[in-house]
Nanobody, 127 residues
Framework: QVQLVESGGGLVQAGGSLRLSCAAS????????MGWFRQAPGKEREFVSQ????????TYADAVKGRFTISRDNAKNTVYLQMNSLKPEDTAVYYC????????????????????WGQGTQVTVSS
């Protein structure tokens, strides 16, 4: 069973940057697409970004386009989320997850397509 561990969260001032990492162990990391989701207090968990198994295709939620960048290093079994120009509304617990099927269009955003999750890392953006 794959294990996912997020790191890199913390407290940052509005306009600042953070880089999240998700380290995977077990399974065959390079065979799976990966995604980042976030959940703020009192809200549903929402899609942030996803990346294909080979790293050639990426998708972003409208709220983060132009500010966040997802990437992966399959040799290191790690997925990253570079977050720039952070806003207070980005405050949430951020989770990485493994997608177990190929996706296209809106199916890439569907939380039900992801079968393994990390424990989450807190990101807090102050104004």
């Amino acid at each position: 069973q794959v294990q996912l561990v997020e790191s890199g969260g913390g407290l940052v001032q509005a306009g600042g940057s953070l880089r999240l990492s998700c380290a995977a162990s077990g399974g065959t990391f390079s065979s799976y697409g990966m995604g980042w989701f976030r959940q703020a207090p009192g809200k549903e968990r929402e899609f942030v970004s996803q990346i294909s198994s080979g790293g050639t295709r990426t998708t972003y939620a409208d709220a983060v386009k132009g500010r966040f960048t997802i990437s992966r290093d399959n040799a290191k079994n790690t997925v990253y989320l570079q977050m720039n120009s952070l806003k207070p509304e980005d405050t949430a617990v951020y989770y990485c997850a493994r997608r177990y099927y190929a996706c296209s269009g809106n199916s890439c955003y569907d939380i039900s397509k992801y079968d393994d999750w990390g424990q989450g890392t807190q990101v807090t953006v102050s104004s």
